[in-house]
C-alpha cells in the first residue's frame, strides 16, 4: 500500500509526470500476434518489464464492475483472468529483453503486522456484508425481483491470496504453463527472458523487483540506460524507483482518478453472485426455481479488470522537478547542491507521512498537506539543520554512518512546533463537519430515507412469484440493481458520520492537555513517569523503524524479525532524544509460507490453512487460541468510514507461535510439505539464447549427478542458474529452459546514476512549480477541501493527470470556478447562481420550493433524478444522479436543464465542496465545453441547507427558492 495518498498529492504537485498510456492500435494484440514487434505506439521504447504481480492477481480474483453481474467463482477463472491482464500489459510496454513477474512471498515482521490487520478487517467486514446481503435477498424475495442465485465459489474468501495456500500454490505452475506457452508460440516473446518469483520466494513482490535491479547494476557489463517499466498500484513504488536512482524509469498504473481504500467485501461478496449453464436457476434456501424463457446460455465470462486506460509516471521528469523544487534558497557557506542527495532528502521524509511498517505521526496526514509542510520546514530551516540528512551512498557502511540523526532530531522537533495550529485547525473543521452532519441526518430522517438498515415489508402476493416465468434479461437487470443496492448499504453502513455513530475523541486534540490525554489513551500511560518511559520507548522504537525503512528501500531487508511494537506513532514534537538513539539489527530469517498463514489469518480464513494447523487457531484448548480473536475493539479516530480504524489485535509471540507450530509439523502431508518451502526465483529463456558450448558442458555435468552452477552474464543477465532433479527431468527436449536463478552474494549498490548515463533533456523549469500554501494556514471560514489539492496547470505537451478525463491544454483546476449553469423551463435564462459572497460561502433566507420533475437537455439529452422530490418547507433538499452516469469515466457528462411543471421560477445556488474545473484554453474542444462540479461526478448525495458546504469531498449543495411570477 505504501504511503497513503502520496500519488493524488504527488501527482497535484507535479502534474507533467504523468502521460496518458496510448493502447495498441486495435485496442486488441492477439498473444500470438507479430504486431507485438512493431515499434511502441507510445513513442518509447523499454527493455525490461517488472510487473508487481499482486496488483494484478487482486483485480483478477474481485473485479468491481457494477454493470456486470457475472463475477468470478473458480481459481481458473482467476488464473485465465491474469493471463489476459499480463498479455495486455505486455502489448502496451512491448518489452525488448526481459519480464519479471513478482509475487508476494512471505514478508518480514514489519510487514505481517500490516498484513495481520488488514485480513482480520476484511474477514469482519464479510460477516456483515453477508448479513446484509441475506436481509436484502430476502427483500428483493418480497418485491417479486428474482436475482442469480448464490452458488457455491472457491473464492469467498480473499485471504486465501496469501503465500503458502492452495489457490497461490496453483497459481504458480499455471504462470509457470502461461510462461512456456507463451514463449513457444508468441513472436513478442521468443527473445525476452523471463523470470518468476512466485509465492514460494520470501519477500514483497516489489522489493524483490528492486533487489533485482540493484544487483543487475552492479554487473560489469550492465547498459546504465536501460529502460526500466514497473508496473503496480502501490504509491511506495514511486519512492522505491527514485530509490535505485535508474534515470530511465517508468511506473506504469491504472489511470484511477480517487483512489480510496475501501473493505474488500464490496466486490468479494459479489463473487456469490453467478450463473449456472443450465435453463433454471436453482439455489439453497429461500430462493425458488427459476424458469427462463429463452433457450439461449446467460453470458459465462466474468467481469474482465484488463480492458482500462493507464497512465505512464515517468520517474526522470520526477528528478527534474524535485532538482528544482529542493533547491535551497539560503544555503549554508561553501555549499553544494547534489539533486541525488536532495532526492535521498527527499524519498527519507516522505516516510514520516506513513507507510506500511510505521504507523503514521498523529501530527501528520497527507491529505492535511503533511507533505507540502515537511518540505516547507526543510527548505526554510537546511541551514540551521546543518545539511542534507541522509547519506545513502553509505547505506550499506556499519554504525548507521548513512543517516544523520542530530539533524533528523533538529529537522523534525521543528516540525512539532506547528502541531497546535495543526491540532485547532483540524479540531475546528471536525466540530463544523459535525454540525453539517447533524443536519444533514436530520434531513434525511425527515425524508424517510435512511438506508442503514434494511426493512422487509412482507408483500401478500409474493409467494407465488417463484413459478412465473422470468426472462434472462430481467434476472440481469435484477441482480445488477441489487449489486448496486448492496454495495450502496454497505458504505453507507461504513459511514459514521451519515450513521451518527461517531465516537467523541476523548484525546480532544487542539485542547490544553491533549498530549496527556493522548499518551493515557492510546498507549495505557497514566502517570507523568509512565508517559515519559512510554515516550522514550515510542522514540527508541519509531527511530529504530526510520532506519529499518530506509535500508529496506535502499539495499535489503535489515531484520526479518524486527517491527514497531505500538498501534500509534508518537508526536513529532516527542522525538526529543532521537539522535541518542543507538541501533542494532539482528538478521534473523523470514517465516516459512504456513508460519506466516498463521501469523496473518483469522480464524474466519482457517480453511486456507493445512488440517494439522487448524485446530490451534480454533480450538479453545490451543496454547496460542489468544493470538487469534475472534473479535477486537477498532478505534476509531475520529475517521469518517469503519476501515480508516484501527484494528487493536494483539501482537504476535513469535516464540510462543513458532514452538507451537514445530509440534505439529510432522503431521503435514506431502503435497503440504511442498507448500511450505521456500524456493528461489526461476529464469525461462530459449535453449537458443545460451551459448552452445556452455549449455553442453552444463548438461554434461548435470548427467553426472553432479550439482553445478552456470553464470549467464553472457546472456545479458547477472547471476548464476542451476537446475534441481525435478525441473532437470522436464527440460532435457524442451525448447525453453526453466532455470533457478540465484543471486551474486553480497553486491555492494551504489545508489546514483551510473557512469555513461544519457540524461533526457530537460522540459521542467521554475515556472511549473507551484508554491503551497500550508494547510494550518488556510483559514476554517473559507477552507474546503480542495485546499489540499492545491491549484496546478498544465502545458498540452503531457498526457492526463490522474482522472479520467482528457484535459484540453493548458485547463486548471480552480477552487472558485463559476458555477455550472442550469436553465429551467419555462424560463430559457440562466436561474443558477453562487450562494452568499462566494461559490463557496454560505448563505441565508431559504424558501420554499418544490421540483415535480428533472427532464433531459433537449440537446444533449442528459437527464436527472431526484430521489426523493424537494419538499415544501425551509431547509429542504434532495438527492441527485446522471441517469447516464459512466463510473468508469465520470466526466463524460453533459450540461443539464431543470423542467418544473410549476408556474414559479425556482433559483437554484450551488455551493461547490472542492471546485470545478474551468477552461483557461483560448479555444475549447467539444469534449471539455463544461466540466462538472465533483458532485456532479460522482453523483453523490446533496447535503442539507442551512450550514454550508458538506466535508465530503464530492458532495454539492443546492438550495431552492419559490419565486412568484
Request: aromatic share 10%; glycine share 6%.
Amino acid at each position: 500500500m505504501g504511503v497513503p495518498s502520496f500519488y493524488r498529492w504527488l501527482v497535484g504537485r507535479y502534474p507533467n509526470i504523468v502521460v496518458k498510456a496510448l493502447p495498441p492500435p486495435d485496442q486488441e494484440i492477439a498473444p500470438t500476434s507479430s504486431n507485438l514487434l512493431l515499434p511502441n505506439p507510445n513513442g518509447f521504447e523499454f527493455e525490461n518489464l517488472y510487473l508487481d504481480m499482486n496488483g494484478i492477481i487482486h483485480p483478477c480474483f474481485h473485479p468491481e464492475d457494477p454493470s456486470n453481474p457475472i463475477q468470478p467463482t473458480t481459481f481458473d477463472q482467476v488464473y485465465n483472468a491474469v493471463f489476459d491482464y499480463i498479455d495486455h500489459l505486455f502489448s502496451i510496454v512491448r518489452p525488448r529483453k526481459l519480464l519479471f513477474m513478482a509475487v508476494d512471498g512471505v514478508g518480514p515482521r514489519a510487514k505481517m503486522n500490516q498484513q495481520r490487520a488488514r485480513r482480520y478487517r476484511s474477514a469482519k467486514d464479510n460477516e456483515i456484508a453477508e448479513e446484509e446481503e441475506e436481509c436484502l435477498r430476502k427483500q428483493f424475495e418480497t418485491e417479486g425481483k428474482q436475482i442469480l442465485p448464490k452458488t457455491e465459489s472457491e473464492l469467498s474468501d480473499s485471504n486465501i491470496i496469501t503465500p503458502g495456500t492452495e489457490f497461490m500454490f496453483e497459481l504458480s505452475k499455471k504462470l509457470q504453463h502461461y510462461v512456456n506457452l507463451r514463449m513457444e508460440t508468441s513472436p513478442g516473446w521468443k527473445d525476452i527472458k523471463v523470470v518468476l518469483s512466485d509465492a514460494s520466494v520470501p519477500g514483497e513482490g516489489e522489493h524483490k523487483i528492486m533487489s533485482f535491479i540493484r544487483e543487475q547494476r552492479c554487473m560489469p557489463d550492465y547498459n546504465p540506460n536501460t529502460r526500466h517499466c514497473l508496473y503496480g498500484l502501490d504509491a511506495d513504488l514511486i519512492i522505491l524507483a527514485l530509490a535505485t536512482h535508474e534515470v530511465h524509469f517508468s511506473i506504469l498504473r491504472e489511470n484511477v482518478a480517487v483512489q480510496e481504500e475501501q473493505p474488500v467485501c464490496f466486490s468479494a461478496l459479489m463473487s456469490s453472485l453467478s450463473t449456472v449453464e443450465t435453463k433454471s436457476f436453482k439455489s439453497r434456501g429461500w430462493f425458488k426455481d427459476v424458469k427462463v424463457e429463452q433457450e439461449k446460455p446467460l453470458a459465462k465470462k466474468p467481469a474482465s479488470s484488463v480492458r482500462k486506460t493507464y497512465q505512464f509516471l515517468h520517474v526522470w521528469i520526477l528528478r527534474q522537478y524535485l532538482e528544482i523544487d529542493m533547491r535551497i534558497s539560503d544555503p549554508p557557506e561553501k555549499f553544494e547542491f547534489d539533486v541525488d542527495r536532495a532526492i535521498d532528502d527527499f524519498v527519507f521524509i516522505c516516510s514520516f507521512g506513513g507507510n506500511d511498517f510505521l504507523p503514521r505521526m498523529p501530527t501528520l496526514e497527507i491529505h492535511e498537506g503533511a507533505l507540502d509542510l515537511l518540505m516547507t520546514v526543510y527548505k526554510e530551516h537546511f541551514k540551521s539543520i546543518g545539511g542534507y540528512l541522509v547519506d545513502m551512498e553509505k547505506v550499506q557502511e556499519t554504525k548507521n554512518v548513512f543517516i544523520k540523526l542530530k539533524r533528523v532530531e533538529k529537522f523534525i522537533l521543528e516540525v512539532g512546533k506547528y502541531e497546535d495550529k495543526i491540532f485547532k485547525k483540524r479540531s475546528e473543521l471536525r466540530d463544523r463537519k459535525m454540525r453539517q452532519v447533524a443536519a444533514y441526518v436530520a434531513v434525511e430522517n425527515e425524508d424517510g430515507n435512511t438506508d442503514s438498515s434494511l426493512e422487509i415489508a412482507k408483500d401478500p402476493s409474493s409467494s407465488s412469484i417463484g413459478s412465473l416465468p422470468v426472462s434472462e434479461d430481467q434476472i440481469l437487470k435484477n441482480t445488477r440493481e441489487f449489486k448496486e443496492r448492496l454495495r450502496s448499504c454497505l458504505r453507507k453502513k461504513a459511514d459514521n458520520f451519515r450513521n451518527g455513530d461517531l465516537v467523541n475523541d476523548k484525546v480532544n486534540f487542539g485542547a490544553d492537555g491533549w498530549k496527556k490525554r493522548y499518551y493515557q489513551e492510546k498507549f495505557s500511560a497514566e502517570t507523568p513517569s509512565e508517559i515519559e518511559v512510554t515516550r522514550k520507548d515510542a522514540v527508541q522504537k519509531y527511530t529504530e523503524g526510520l532506519l529499518w525503512v530506509l535500508q529496506y528501500y535502499y539495499c535489503r531487508v535489515p531484520s526479518w524479525n524486527w517491527y514497531y511494537p505500538y498501534h500509534y506513532g508518537p508526536f513529532a514534537s516527542d522525538l526529543k532524544g532521537l539522535s541518542q538513539v543507538k541501533v542494532k539489527f539482528h538478521k534473523g530469517s523470514p517465516f516459512k509460507p504456513f508460519e506466516q498463514l498463521m501469523a496473518v489469518l483469522p480464524p474466519r480464513s482457517s480453511t486456507a490453512l493445512p488440517k494439522a494447523y487448524r485446530n490451534l487457531m480454533t480450538d479453545e484448548k490451543s496454547n496460542i487460541i489468544s493470538l487469534f480473536p475472534t473479535d477486537f475493539a477498532v478505534d476509531m479516530q475520529g475517521k469518517r468510514f469503519s476501515w480508516q480504524g484501527i484494528c487493536k489485535l494483539p501482537f504476535v509471540d513469535e516464540r510462543l507461535l513458532l514452538a507451537e507450530l514445530h509440534k505439529v509439523d510432522k503431521d503435514l502431508q506431502g503435497h503440504e510439505t511442498e507448500r511450505n518451502k521456500q524456493k528461489t526465483d526461476r529464469l525461462f529463456i530459449r535453449r537458443s539464447g545460451l551459448p552452445e558450448d556452455q549449455l553442453a558442458s552444463f548438461v554434461s555435468t548435470m548427467e553426472k549427478g553432479i550439482f553445478s552452477k552456470m553464470d549467464i552474464a553472457s546472456c545479458g543477465i547477472g547471476g548464476f542458474v542451476s537446475l534441481d532433479q525435478e525441473i532437470w527431468s522436464s527440460i532435457i527436449d524442451r525448447t525453453v529452459l526453466c532455470l533457478l536463478l540465484e543471486s551474486t552474494k553480497e553486491i555492494k549498490h551504489i545508489p546514483r546514476p551510473l557512469a555513461g548515463t544519457s540524461f533526457p533533456d530537460k522540459t521542467i523549469t521554475e515556472a511549473d512549480i507551484v508554491a503551497a500554501q500550508l494547510w494550518h494556514e488556510i483559514p476554517v471560514s473559507r477552507y474546503t477541501t480542495n485546499h489540499r489539492n492545491r491549484n496546478w496547470s498544465r502545458s498540452s505537451n503531457v498526457g492526463e493527470p490522474h482522472n479520467d478525463n482528457a484535459l484540453s491544454s493548458k485547463t486548471s483546476f480552480r477552487s472558485n470556478a463559476n458555477a455550472v449553469r442550469f436553465t429551467a423551463n419555462p424560463s430559457p435564462r440562466p436561474i443558477l447562481k453562487p450562494a452568499g459572497p462566494s461559490s463557496t460561502g454560505f448563505s441565508n433566507g431559504r424558501g420554499r420550493g418544490r421540483i415535480s420533475s428533472l427532464q433531459p437537455d433537449q440537446e444533449t439529452g442528459s437527464q436527472v433524478s431526484a430521489q426523493p422530490k424537494l419538499h415544501e418547507g425551509e431547509g429542504s433538499s434532495y438527492r441527485f444522479r446522471p441517469q447516464n452516469y459512466n463510473p468508469t469515466n465520470p466526466w463524460k457528462q453533459q450540461p443539464w436543464q431543470l423542467n418544473s411543471t410549476s408556474k414559479d421560477h425556482l433559483r437554484y445556488q450551488q455551493v461547490t465542496g472542492r471546485g470545478q474545473w474551468s477552461s483557461t484554453s483560448s479555444s475549447s474542444s467539444a469534449g471539455n465545453d463544461h466540466y462538472p462540479s465533483l458532485a456532479q461526478r460522482y453523483g453523490r448525495v446533496v447535503g442539507n441547507s442551512n450550514n454550508g458546504p458538506r466535508g465530503s469531498s464530492s458532495a454539492t449543495r443546492w438550495r431552492a427558492r419559490e419565486q412568484s411570477s
